[in-house]
């Protein structure tokens, strides 16, 4: 009698775990999308793309969305059509709870914005992508113009990281420095509230140009930038201060180990 508990027990849990999940499995497939849930994150400063944009998209990619099964919707399809927006970098398509559908959307982030010496523009993002100009982008960014060469096969999707075959080739690429120089201000906090714009003078030489003081810092060149900022930081902090911010029309920090300030 006992052991035919057991296997009755057994018998039971095996029946258990076959249809339980089964049916589990069939109640999956009939929850309905009751709401679709836009989530943009990558810029806390702005925003390259907004819900309703997104929502546009979704919804030309998938017609049937509310009032379906959530099983039914393809997701993959929606994030390859969402992933085609030049300032989305990820898109995550999943099924929550309570028959919603979750659109979580990262977008990309400029660390700068490129007005060429023919004044054509395009954005740079943290990773060193080309990103087309935006006016619905409200936040405020660093800006690079002056001497910088129209790039002919300039494109959206274009990375401006110097590769290895570039510097083999003799070939200076001057976005490279300009982004070099960009995410190092951007990183930092001090310089992201000192500095407003690069200014090319030639393909090796920049000038800064401060948000307070009446003078242009001469940067020269991209190396030792570094040092070049600590320099020029210790003067902010310990000299000018003093000395006063707009008794200088010229602040040269390209030489090494030196600080030469003109007076105005």
């Not at 989530?39 to 944009?53: A, C, H, K, L, T």
């Not at 999707?157 to 960009?182: C, P, Q, T, Y």
Request: proline letters at 4%.
């Amino acid at each position: 009698m006992k052991k035919f508990r057991i296997i009755s027990g057994w018998l039971a849990i095996m029946a258990y775990l076959l249809f339980v999940p089964g049916f589990m499995w069939e109640s999956y497939r009939e929850v309905i999308c009751e709401e679709v849930d836009v989530r943009i994150s990558g810029d806390p400063g702005g925003s390259f793309v907004n819900q309703d944009e997104i929502m546009e998209i979704v919804r030309n990619g998938n017609g049937k969305l509310l009032g379906y099964p959530l099983f039914s919707i393809n997701t993959r399809e929606i994030e390859e059509k969402v992933n085609l927006q030049p300032f989305v970098k990820n898109t995550n398509i999943f099924r929550a709870a309570g028959g919603r559908l979750i659109v979580g959307v990262e977008q990309r982030v400029p660390v700068l914005r490129i007005i060429d010496k023919n004044r054509e523009d395009y954005y740079i993002d943290r990773e060193g992508i080309v990103l087309p100009v935006s006016y619905s982008y409200t936040s405020h960014i660093l800006v690079a113009s002056g001497n910088i060469p129209r790039i002919p096969d300039i494109r959206t999707g274009l990375s401006v990281i110097e590769r290895e075959d570039d510097s083999n080739n003799g070939n200076h690429n001057v976005l490279n420095d300009l982004f070099i120089l960009a995410s190092y201000i951007g990183n930092d906090s001090f310089w992201r509230s000192q500095i407003v714009q690069l200014y090319v003078v030639d393909e090796n030489e920049f000038e800064l140009i401060p948000r307070v003081g009446a003078h242009i810092i001469k940067f020269g060149g991209i190396s030792d930038y570094e040092l070049k900022f600590r320099k020029l930081r210790a003067l902010y902090e310990y000299g000018l201060p003093h000395k006063g911010w707009n008794n200088y029309e010229v602040i040269n920090i390209k030489y090494s180990n030196q600080v030469i300030c003109t007076r105005r």
